[in-house]
């Protein structure tokens, strides 16, 4: 089973830069989703009456003493749920390494696993970096991300000049330089959003086109928060809060003490002594305000908060989990310790014990996505969802420099946007016979842009 604490280190570092994990010490940045209404309609969770309920006793935080919390179990290894494309954040396991990159994984019709990767910093030149040894050339690194749920909107935060501090993993040096990336197509371009001439990293979505950012000013201080663009300040409600989610135009701050708070610092709620909070996400696909990950000693809890900060429903996992996305109906995607021994077969040499899984809510079920995780085609490593684009799918490759969405079936009319090679398209499933005889599909892009488009440039 995967041990909490070495998790717990790995996120140290990890979500450090771009994930939401704080079990002590300094504060870390999350990469809180601010976006990404799931397709589902939204529906209210209840304690399914076939899940096991914790028992009431002294093992318990006092802040769950009258609730029913229902204990999840690892079921059977499954695979990733039909009409799904994950956003995959990789790097080294166990290891003071940042995230080396962003890819994408989803299965094709035919249950075939397609790996692609969207971000890698290298493709982005060098790093300038001041040594000893006089001026020299390194691979630029990535100092924070975040991402809507379905990864509609991506901002990505680069050192390419000196150590840009990310989250105090590395020294703050004069001179540092952070380039500031954002995609709206699910990663597959990205703009060059900006620089900020000092250190720096993303800390959450604000809005659409918008963000939060971290930056350093000086060696050995505290960063300064602020919007980007722009760098407006953003005050800090409390001494050592930190921003973890902006929900309805409101930023959720984390403070060190387990409290979540409000802008205007007063308390959303406090899970108490011995409790820490991992995880912030917008839970309004399950009929809740906030959904929170959140420990007490060695156990994970899943809540779901009403608008006053109450827990409406508790969910406890086997072993430790962090939820990413949820997409309603009493399913979440994201990362959880595995059982190995529950298994039909051992993992893979090199596959670690730490692998996304599905959460069946009304079930009482986590389901390890072992394939293709464990398969030889997708990076090992830590491998953290960080959001979950919804289809079905068509993938665009018109071998061109992009494919256009029409405003009717038409190659004369109207482009409403131009999608790149390797898009992913929802498929509405209206087909048509249009200009020429040329069937025609209605697709939405993953900014939300619909249109029609010529089959004849799309895979399935």
Known sequence: MVCRKTVIALLFVSMALAASCS?????????????????TAPTALSPSPTATASPVGADRPDILEDAEVVALEQGPEGHIPGNLALIIETGCWQCDGPTEGLTRVYSRPDGSAVIDTLLDPKSFGSRVVTTPKGVEQDSPYITGFAASEDGSEIAVSLCVKESCGSGGMDGWSPGSKTLLLRSTDGGITWERWGAVDVGGYVVSLAGPGRAIVGVWEAANQPPQIAYFPGLAPLPVPALGAWPVHVLDGEVIWRAGDARLLRSDGSTIIDFGPDAGVYRVAAASATGAWLGV???????????????GGRPVTTY???SFALPAVDLGKGLLIGNAGVDVSRLSEPLPSGVFDYLPAS????????TPMVEPFAGPDVPRGRNHVVAAQHGPFVRVAS??????????PD???????????????????????GYGG???LRVVTPA???GWTSTAFLDR
Request: glycine share 10%; net charge negative; proline share 9%.
């Open 399 to 408: 071998g061109d420099s992009c494919l256009n969405l029409r405003a009717k």
């Open 23 to 39: 079990g002590g010490g300094s504060p870390v940045p999350s990469p809180s989703a601010t976006t990404g209404a799931s397709p």
């Open 359 to 366: 959460f069946h809510l009304s079930e009482g079920m986590v």
């Open 438 to 440: 040329e069937s025609w």
């Open 448 to 450: 939300g842009v619909e």
């Open 316 to 318: 406890e996992a086997p």
């Open 293 to 307: 990950t959140w420990y007490w000693k060695d156990h994970i809890y899943f809540s779901f908060l009403d608008s």
């Open 411 to 433: 190659p004369a009319a109207r482009p409403l946007a131009c999608a790149a090679d390797g898009v992913l398209l929802r498929d509405t499933g209206l087909l048509v016979e």
